[in-house]
T-cell receptor
Framework: DQQVKQNSPSLSVQEGRISILNCDYT??????FLWYKKYPAEGPTFLIS?????DKNEDGRFTVFLNKSAKHLSLHIVPSQPGDSAVYFC?????????????FGSGTQLTVLP | NAGVTQTPKFRVLKTGQSMTLLCAQD?????MYWYRQDPGMGLRLIHY???????AKGEVPDGYNVSRLKKQNFLLGLESAAPSQTSVYFC??????????FGPGTRLTVL
């Protein structure tokens, strides 16, 4: 049973336009959400995050929105650039056992077309 | 700072062989994690450690063992490799807050 779902395996966007990546979760214990970006043959790198007490967090071209009632978050990239082409993972954080643990979605491959 | 490093980058094993994956971090983080990533799936937690000398099971611990003898190192062992353990393995470290920092990964194939 996937607790974090990214229902779109892939997304193609024209350079300069907005990219919107979506993520849904089921566990109400998640209190922090993160987006990671992954290039081929590299490890995931942290991109942006949001606490469950907020509904928006912005960092340059990247904005994350959180809708707690719908258990949904989204990542907006404006404007999209070819270098943004990568796999984006949504992750949710909660305390489990003796540590905070991350639960990852299956990822969305973003392709930004020049 | 090298961040999180993993050794080796690639490995091919035969069924039943054993091996150890090494993770090292130079950020003085207390927490370290081992994940596996399979096609079409997100990263799944295998084992983690909240400090030197401690380890705990994650979501998919069967077939793996870990050790954290030094704060900066976290070892993942496969005692008897199986084809189902073919995967990309990522190590991560963190300060116990939300963000984890990942290594470049080890691609393991078990024939």
């Amino acid at each position: 049973d996937q607790q974090v779902k990214q229902n779109s395996p892939s997304l193609s966007v024209q350079e300069g336009r907005i990219s919107i990546l979506n993520c849904d979760y089921t566990n109400s214990m998640f209190d922090y959400f993160l987006w990671y970006k992954k290039y081929p043959a590299e490890g995931p790198t942290f991109l942006i995050s949001i606490s469950s007490i907020k509904d928006k967090n912005e960092d340059g071209r990247f904005t994350v929105f959180l809708n707690k009632s719908a258990k949904h978050l989204s990542l907006h990239i404006v404007p999209s650039q070819p270098g943004d082409s990568a796999v984006y993972f949504c992750a949710a954080s909660a305390v489990s056992g003796s540590a905070r643990q991350l639960t990852f979605g299956s990822g969305t491959q973003l392709t930004v077309l020049p | 700072n090298a961040g999180v490093t993993q050794t080796p980058k690639f490995r091919v094993l035969k069924t039943g062989q054993s091996m150890t994956l090494l993770c090292a971090q130079d950020m003085n983080h207390e927490y370290m994690y081992w994940y596996r990533q399979d096609p079409g799936m997100g990263l799944r937690l295998i084992h983690y450690s909240v400090g030197e000398g401690t380890t705990a099971k994650g979501e998919v611990p069967d077939g793996y063992n870990v050790s954290r003898l030094k704060k900066q190192n976290f070892l993942l062992g496969l005692e008897s490799a199986a084809p189902s353990q073919t995967s990309v393995y990522f190590c991560a470290s963190g300060a116990g807050r939300q963000v984890q920092f990942f290594g470049p990964g080890t691609r393991l194939t078990v024939l």
